[in-house]
């Protein structure tokens, strides 16, 4: 048989680009577990959610060795109990191995995470930019998507940013009790969750975002305690008045009323458990997606200090 012939020299350095690449992507993985940023519990789940993701090419054993305190003997032991081979992939185990590791790590790392975070705030601070940048770079995060009488904005799409139905719609789901909260919303729209997908997903274990007004946040806190309420803040009046008028969605008086609303919903931001201020969007972001790792009752107790407070 007739040797192989070498690969052309720019196709070796394209592959040698890729692999650096990888490597650097793993590491930065096994950076933020060791620095407490994730849990090894998020990276798995990211991985088995996105088996092209540098989570799902992690040995099982560089993961675990990048939680803090565990050494490579009390490693080895841990995937001997776990029936996991050495040279195992994240992305690569299968269903029981699965459950397994999710076990240990769920057991290991003490309450459950939050799972269900409630983000509100006041209108025009971003709470829908923050949602979609969650939402195209946090797969494995369920956004919830809302029921809404009012029309679509401009770039707005059915069943991804809302569910743009009637008044006899919407009076439907309310009767067939289909609707976790609902509210209407700067005296003219109604505004509600739907219940059924979320409970769905919590029975999974999956980790939900809400992104609802104030007023559905407070529905929710009756309905679920357990919900983590995050009070997404600009970074000042000046900024948040800049924000509204510069989108050009609404009219003088519109805008005017919506600022006037602003100013109640700000003086509520200490009925919530955390307060993240967006500076820029995928900061916050980052911020809400840590808080569903977060041990149940971990961050009730971490609103951060801002000029509103």
Known sequence: MAPRP???AVDRAAASRAAIAARR???????EVAERARTALSVARTAWAQPDSAEARLLVRE????????????????????????????GGLGPKQRQRLTDYLSSRQGPEPTRLVVLAGPTAVGKGTVSSFIRENHPDVLLSVSATTRKPRPGEVNGVHYYFVSDDEFDSMIEN????????????YRYGTPRPPIDAAL?????????????????????MPEALLVFLLPPTWEE??????GRGTEEAAE???????AKVELAAQDEFDVKVVNTEVSQAAQEV????DAPAGATTSDSKEHPYG
């Open 6 to 8: 070498a690969p052309p």
């Open 63 to 90: 993961l675990l060795m990048s939680v803090p305190s565990l050494g490579p003997t009390r490693v080895e032991s841990i995937m001997a109990d776990l029936a996991i081979a050495e040279r195992k992939r994240v």
């Open 255 to 261: 805008q005017s009323r919506r600022l006037e609303t």
């Open 289 to 292: 997606v840590e808080l569903m």
């Open 25 to 31: 992507a793993r590491a930065a993985v096994k950076r």
């Open 240 to 245: 948040l008045v800049r924000r509204l008028i």
């Open 177 to 188: 009790n289909e609707l976790l909260e609902w509210a209407v919303v700067h005296n003219s």
């Open 203 to 223: 029975a999974e274990g999956k980790r939900v975002l809400l992104e609802i007004d104030l007023q559905g946040a407070r529905s929710v806190r009756t309905v």
